[in-house]
């Protein structure tokens, strides 16, 4: 069975583009998430979408950032413009747990590495 | 003050010996706990979750302590495939997702 991909795994733009990253979750899984991480700190949550609804967007930085997930399969999340402080490693993640993460296992993709010059 | 604070490392060990990273949490609504490994370069991928009891897997064994909000990993005879870093992972009641610790290296050696 096919791991959540996602693409590309390594961006370089400068500030002011924007970059489109995409993720395709495991078939099946209703549940998927992006979280960031920043050079030196911890991954953080971005936002959650329960097939292709958002269930929770607190952890998105600004209005910069935009994230889709029409009809409920892959997902993408713009990044327009980019800023310097954008650049770390985008993680999309996937589970087929309804409700509460009681079980904590989350499927992680390798992550979209994007660099801002 | 971070959600999840973790000795950031590097634990430096050789082959063969026991180590434990411990973890403490802010937030006491937080229900369900775990720790993840990632590879460097790599996605995070779960290692086990922790239970009140304490409980164990293989050469892993995990501690809560929900009083001292604190979590602990224990690694015994280390092997060099167990070099990566260590994220103590939690989940509050309620919310449908994980907030992560910043992860604690560990390079095993020969």
């Known amino acids: 069975e096919a791991g959540v991909t996602q693409f590309p795994s390594h961006s370089v733009i400068e500030k002011g583009q924007t970059v489109t990253l995409r993720c395709d979750p495991i078939s099946g899984h209703d549940n998927l998430y992006w979280y960031r991480r920043v050079m030196g700190k911890e991954i953080k949550f971005l936002l959650h979408?329960?097939?292709?609804?958002?269930?929770?967007e607190s952890g998105m930085p600004n209005n910069r950032f935009l994230a889709e997930r029409t009809g409920g399969t892959y997902s993408t999340l713009k990044v327009q413009p980019a800023e310097l402080e954008d650049s770390g490693v985008y993680f999309c993640?996937?589970?087929?747990?309804?409700?509460?993460?009681?079980?904590?296992?989350?499927?992680f993709g390798e992550g979209s590495r994007l660099t801002v010059l | 003050r971070k959600e999840v604070e973790q000795d950031p490392g590097p634990f430096n060990v050789p082959e063969g010996a026991t180590v434990a990273f411990n973890c403490t949490y802010s937030n006491s609504a937080s229900q369900s706990f775990f720790w993840y490994r990632q590879d460097c370069r790599k996605e995070p991928k779960l290692l086990m979750s922790?239970?009140?009891s304490g409980n164990e897997d293989g050469r892993f064994t995990a501690q809560l302590n929900r009083a001292s909000q604190y979590i602990s990993l224990l690694i015994r005879d280390s092997k060099l495939s167990d070099s990566a870093t260590y994220l103590c992972v939690v989940n509050k009641s309620g919310y449908n997702k994980l907030i992560f610790g910043a992860g604690t290296r560990l390079a095993v050696h020969p």
């Open positions: 979408f329960v097939k292709e609804s958002k269930q929770d």
């Open positions: 922790v239970y009140s």
């Open positions: 993640a996937s589970s087929p747990v309804r409700g509460t993460l009681s079980t904590g296992e989350l499927f």
